[in-house]
């Protein structure tokens, strides 16, 4: 078991910052590839971002990309969605999952973080 907990939404002004931030814990991440989800309301949830915890590249959906980064401190077991240039349309629900390198599916999943962008 992976347990993840998401931290780090709020309400920010369109332009603005913020950094989401998910404390990983229960095993070894080592195997696993830590992604970035989002819902915004009425959506479907989407891919945001996602970077293998042991190294590799990583991966952006094109909405986000030269706006977004996702990165992990070993020592702290910490994954994070630094999110700049923040647009009304990045508003939602922020998901932190986890995921075993050869899989297609996501198997852990945080409880989620909001994010409101106001114009």
């Known amino acids: 078991q992976v347990q993840l907990v998401e931290s780090g939404g709020g309400l920010v002004q369109a332009g603005g910052s913020l950094r989401l931030s998910c404390a990983a814990s229960g095993r070894t991440l080592s195997p696993y590839v830590m992604g970035w989800f989002r819902r915004a309301p009425g959506n479907e949830r989407e891919f945001v971002a996602a970077?293998?915890?042991?190294?590799?590249?990583?991966r952006y959906a094109e909405s986000v990309k030269g706006r977004f980064a996702i990165s992990r401190d070993y020592a702290t077991n910490m994954v994070y969605l630094q999110m700049n240039s923040l647009k009304p349309e990045d508003t939602g629900v922020y998901y932190c999952?986890?995921?075993?390198?050869?899989?297609?599916?996501?198997?852990?999943w945080g409880q989620g973080t909001q994010v409101t962008v106001s114009s």
């Open positions: 999952a986890a995921k075993p390198r050869r899989s297609f599916d996501y198997e852990y």
């Open positions: 970077l293998p915890w042991a190294g590799g590249s990583t």
